[in-house]
């Protein structure tokens, strides 16, 4: 300490010229003492202390030793803080300049400190005295001694001039009080929550931790970084500390830029007495500093309070182990055996397996598992009561299910970016726990929203928890522990304390009995919702029935689908051919998605035979126009046979697939028909247009049955004039004949495509085509009288044949109000041309003039032209290319730029 014995005048006369040595001030003890550092060359550099020689600087407060017990704790003597304030605020950092006057027994070292690279600074022990901070120690100063004589007269001064100690008052404003503990941290901590606390930094124990006294009440407390761990000091047995790797370097790094520096701490946690906090610094944040240099790792326990988000210091950490700084010398990323290409890829979402995992098929074809990194999707807890081979994990594990939709819904169909984070290894079955493969753990984003992050925010999954060393985890680790706190303290999910949802779902897949008395509630329901839980094969399929609250094996009519391979007593059956093509077909048209089906009948097993309907397309009559399967003779007596018969003859003239040894019938059969081929078949009917739609469909009235329709229409008027609709009386469903109001206040029969709300139901038309958004009051009960089956809906959809529908959203738009000037609300003639997905391709003609529509905006420029390969099309195809060429010629319209096809075709949707 600085106040020990004086230098011997004696030896201080006798002393020959003392070395000049400099070095950079680390710390300030007290008013006459302080810590000097050499440049650090390859690591921390050497030490030492130097008391400064001839003064009597008063003595700092000192706390009980903790392996003292009998010491007793002493508190500042006047005018010790700000003599050792001046010293810290004028030395620290600085470069400084020294001369060792004398060395004691014991090893402490006095001498005369300068500011600055030589003798001509400023001395630091004349400006203590300057300025009233201590005191000359005067006991055997000789007045031969100019040095000292220089001391004892600025003494002087500073009393004449009643400086510092040498004022009236004694001093007792300067001493502190100082504070060791806090009696209730958690609420010191919270009522300083947010805001900037100023501190000195007074010890730093390693990289992360450090004792700051905190300003104006001087608390002197532990602090530790939020959010990071640096390499720390082990104590042993024996006392002595031995360092990890790097320990002192990141000890080092925090004292030569925070030790004795005024710092701005925010207080952001407490753990017993140590705070966890953010130290701010004018020259930028020690805790981010530390990772990105390669000093810190990250830990998962407290990176959640750090103020500025976690964000910043997974940057920060992920830049120090690219660069393999120091403690990441070593560092090998989880993925970096993986090509870039294989990290960050988009998808198609084509099944949802579980809570964690779905498959996705990439852009080349192939099909991936993908797990949720980092997340663990609904598990039994506790003992099963039930047999495990009775459990049925989608309906019995509590959760799984509201999980299961939750992806099902946001993702199934839906294009996707995947990040790889990590591949899990394949692990072997060890003490009875089961086998895993090798599983490929991803972040599944859409629309910028983290998938596994919303299953855990609505209390659908958990997450996992680490070792702090273990790196295989989720990119977006900290958004995950963040959105599972929301979920914890919101109540949500699986950490709700009320009675788990419990899904009792009858499965009645070859269960005769069950299924007869299911089949006239089907029957009579018409289209009904479903979702499709498995496909079996092309035309096979295991169907989750919402409203009914069963899973029933699905079976589509009206075709004859390749067999797939079976498992038979006398071995494996091998499947016919394209059998996988057809059931990979039907996966990936209808897998998990919602459905409409029409159930005709039943099978002996039990299982139902109908249609399958998914956004308009029959799945029947798509099997078959892909050439994936035939007609079968039984769909004569249904309404989509002509559909159905219409693709397969254009399938057969393919030959592909199933009709790739197809052969016509003999020509002494088939005379007939082959002439008939040569020419188009046209017959024309009269028919009204009543609305077109943005896809330039449109939708027509047969004018043969209007005048049914002007007497039902008539006769309902009248019925609703007579009753009319209690307003909110009827509750609108998906699927649902209803009546509606439209806004020339008259009502029309239509169909519930979606409700949404009370406020917002999305009907639609069934007479005359159009769609609109009306409130649920507007809505009410279809008279049977006026039903579907007194009078089929009369608005039937159609597609132009022979034209591409613009992909442009300007030129679709010119190309539809040319349409809709021209045939909405007026009556036309109508020949089908062949027929189509969801609708049937076919030619309009004016009345009057019998010019053709399609042809007409061909003319225009303003689509282009499909060119079907059919024989007995070429000549209408002939006479739609060459109106193509005289438009492409004048430069109308799509060709206004001339012919844009060579180069730009696929980008703009055009295909030639």
Known sequence: MATAAATPSQAQSTAPAFPLQRGIVKLALSGGAIIVRGQPRGGPPPERQINLSNIRPSALARRVAPNQPE?????????????????????????????????????????????????????????????????????????TNFEQARLCELEDQARAAKKGMWGDGGGSQTIRDLKYTIDNPRHFVDSNHQKPVNAVIEHVRDGSVVRALLL????????????????????????????????????????????????????????????????????????????????????????????????????AERSAKERKLRIWKDYVAPTSNMDQKDKHFVAKVMQILNADAMVAKLNSGEQKTLHLSSIRPPRLEGEINQDRKKLRPLYDIPYMFEAREFLRKKLIGKKVNVTVDYIRQASPAAGGVPAFPERTCSTVT??????????????????????????????????????????????????????????????????????KQFLPFLQRAGRSEAVVEYVFSGSRLKLYMPKETCLITFLLAGIECPRGSRNTPAGIQEGEPFSEDATQFTKELVLQREVEVEVESMDKAGNFIGWLHIDGVNISVALVEHSLSKVHFTAERSSYYKALISVEEAAKLKREKVWSNYEEQPPEEAVLQVAEEKERTTNYKPVFVTEIT??????????ETGTQLEKLMESMKGEIAAHPPVEGSYLPRRGDFCIAKFIDGEWYRARVEKVESPAKVHIFYIDYGNRENVASSRLGVLPPAFGTRILPPQATEYCFAYIQVPQDEDARADAIDSIVRDIQNTQCLLNVEFGGLSCSNVTLQFTDTKDDVGLGLVKEGLVMVDARKEKHLQKVITEYLNAQEAAKSARLNLWRYGDFRADDADEFGYRR
């Open 71 to 143: 010491s007793k704790e002493t508190p500042d003597e006047p005018w010790a803080w700000p003599a050792r304030e001046f010293l810290r605020k004028k030395l620290i950092g600085k470069e400084i300049c020294f001369t060792v006057e004398y060395k004691t027994p014991q090893g402490r070292e006095y001498g005369v400190v300068y500011l600055g690279k030589d003798t001509t600074g400023e001395n630091i022990a004349e400006s203590l005295l300057t300025e009233g901070l201590v005191a000359v120690r005067r006991e055997g100063i000789r007045g």
């Open 216 to 315: 104006p009440d001087y608390y002197l407390v532990t602090v530790m970084l939020s959010g990071v761990k640096c390499p720390s000091f082990k104590r042993e047995a024996d006392g002595a500390e031995t360092p990890e790797p790097f320990a002192a370097e990141a000890k080092f790094f925090t004292e030569s830029r925070l030790l004795q520096r005024d710092v701005q701490i925010i207080l952001e946690s407490v753990q017993n007495q140590v705070i966890l906090g953010t130290i701010l610094h004018p020259n930028g944040n020690i805790t981010e500093l530390l990772l990105r240099e390669g000093f810190a790792r990250c830990v998962d326990w407290s990176i959640a309070v750090y103020t500025q988000g976690p964000e910043k210091l997974r940057a």
């Open 446 to 515: 859409i629309g910028g929203i983290n998938t596994a992050e919303a299953l855990v925010s609505k209390g659908l999954a958990t997450v996992i928890r680490y070792r702090q060393d273990d790196d295989q985890r989720s990119s977006h680790y900290d958004e995950l522990l963040a959105a599972e706190a929301r979920a914890i303290k919101n109540a949500k999910g699986l950490h709700s304390k009320k009675e788990v949802p419990i899904h009792r779902v009858a499965d009645i897949s070859g269960d005769t009995q069950k299924a």
């Open 694 to 703: 943005d896809d330039l469909h449109f939708y027509v009235q047969d004018v």
